[in-house]
């Protein structure tokens, strides 16, 4: 005991010294520690740790769409792959990425694998990063559009140059906002992100103290039933949602455009077919107002795409979606995802036999 007690009293004043030595050595040190947690998360090891250890709610896309990135790059999937991008809307748009790959075989198209990389919030610069870190192969890379795809602005992307929300970085996302945003004011790679992630893990998974953790699961839908809101609640989203929109669309379009046409440029480079698809929008995006907001935006998105020579899957006349089928304004609930499911997978299929 008390040859314990002297090491620990050797140990505390060493801690405390001001010997430069010490000093060296300590920031040595941390500069190792970070160095490997840098090395952990960048090269996709973290995957040694199973998936539910680290999300910190049921639907933490983010987290589940980094770990499948890693997933891919340590073993690229054999065989045709359909890549999907997008928002929540093209999260609530199928009931499985299974059930989407057996309709397009039904549809008479080639058996696929089907990937969703989609994720709540997903912004244009995002789905740009992750087709930065996809493995080269032969597919088809969807991505899904809709005008609240295209309200980032920079600083917002700048984010993921450093990682945060998803555990990868981009070079070409960064060559993309060069002069666009700042890309100096985080740590270096991507530090800020595992710092932002640890924070939140910790005040979801230790200090709130939920009873479910232990059985915590990736929860692919948020809206897994029927259930949808009332007619009254949709309807006032739906202005709620088309004047906070509007200004956003406004000054940021163009900006995600150019995000938009660096994604289809990348994804070729890497050897896929790219189309953009629309995501569900419900018969209350209707009226004056949004029919002008809409115009707009197929404008707007019609110069990409003639410019580029993007395909357009749109599918929302012949699935013959009724207010019921949505949960609100952007998001299926199952009885719409059956609607949807089959005319979308048929134009997958056209796409993919014309490749």
Request: aromatic share 8%; proline share 6%; charged share 20%.
């Amino acid at each position: 005991m008390r040859q314990e007690s002297t090491v620990r009293r050797a140990l505390a004043a060493g801690l405390r010294s001001r010997s430069p030595l010490i000093v060296l050595t300590a920031a040595l040190l941390a500069v190792a520690v970070l160095a490997g947690l840098q090395w952990f998360v960048a090269s996709g090891r973290f995957t040694v740790l199973p998936e539910r250890l680290m999300l910190r709610i049921p639907n933490d896309d983010y987290v589940h769409v980094s770990y499948r990135v890693a997933e891919l790059r340590a073993k690229p999937p054999t065989g045709r792959v359909v890549y999907l991008f997008g928002g929540s809307g093209t999260m609530e748009m199928m009931r499985s990425e299974a059930a989407l790959a057996s309709d397009v075989v039904a549809a008479g198209g080639p058996r696929v694998t089907v990937v969703s990389l989609a994720a709540h919030q997903q912004t244009i610069g995002q789905t740009l990063a992750l087709i930065d870190n996809l493995p080269r192969g032969h597919g088809l890379l969807a991505i899904g559009l809709s005008p609240n795809r295209l309200l980032a602005t920079p600083a917002a992307d700048a984010r993921q140059v450093a990682g945060s929300p998803m555990a990868l970085t981009s070079p070409s996302l960064a060559a993309a906002l060069a002069g666009k945003a700042s890309l100096k004011e985080r740590l270096p790679g991507l530090l800020s992100g595992i710092c932002d992630y640890a924070v939140s893990w910790a005040n979801q998974r230790v200090f709130t103290r939920s009873p479910d953790l232990s059985l915590i699961s990736y929860a692919h839908h948020y809206h897994s039933t029927n259930a949808t809101a009332n007619s009254a609640a949709r309807r006032s989203g739906s202005v709620v949602e088309l004047d906070r929109e509007r200004p956003r669309f406004d000054a940021n379009v163009a900006y995600n455009l150019a995000m938009l046409a660096a994604a289809v440029h990348l994804g070729r480079e890497k050897g896929y077919d790219v189309t953009f698809f629309q995501q569900p929008l419900a018969p209350e995006a209707s009226g004056p107002a949004w029919q002008a907001y809409l115009a707009g935006y197929r404008h707007d998105l019609a110069g990409i795409m003639s410019s580029a020579s993007v395909p357009d899957i749109d599918v929302q006349a012949q699935a013959r979606l009724r207010p019921n089928d949505f949960y609100d304004l952007f998001h299926l609930v199952n009885s719409g995802r059956d609607k949807w499911s089959p005319p979308f997978a048929a134009d997958l299929a056209r796409q993919l036999e014309q490749a």
